[in-house]
């Protein structure tokens, strides 16, 4: 049973990351290209957070309780990009570092 969920998981983690949009997003991002829009790309959360706000407001109105989903989801994704913003520049510091030090291992070589 353990087997079964733990292979679950990893289909819908593999068809998630290659499907969603915020995961291909995101691992455009994650790229060395990339890293330099972490920051900017946290104001993306300011959007999903708002969506989740409207799907409250349809809910509270009388919508369907099926919009909780989708606010979920709304929130979810905003988290992840507010959490990516901080971890690009760490991430990004790391290679600035790493390819200084490959410049000057070069520049003793020679």
């Not at 060395?32 to 993306?44: A, C, D, E, I, S």
């Not at 600035?96 to 003793?108: C, H, N, P, Y």
């Amino acid at each position: 049973m353990i087997r079964l969920i733990w292979i679950l998981s990893v289909y819908v983690r593999s068809f998630m990351r290659r499907f969603m949009p915020t995961n291909i997003a995101l691992n455009a991002l994650r790229t060395r290209r990339g890293l330099k829009w972490g920051v900017p790309t946290m104001l993306l959360a300011v959007v999903y957070f708002y969506a989740a706000s409207v799907m409250t407001a349809l809910i509270d109105s009388g919508g369907s309780r099926w919009l909780y989903l989708v606010m979920l989801v709304c929130i979810w994704n905003a988290l992840k990009f507010i959490v990516h913003g901080p971890v690009s520049l760490i991430l990004l510091a790391r290679v600035r570092l790493q390819e200084s030090r490959a410049r000057r291992a070069s520049f003793s070589i020679a």
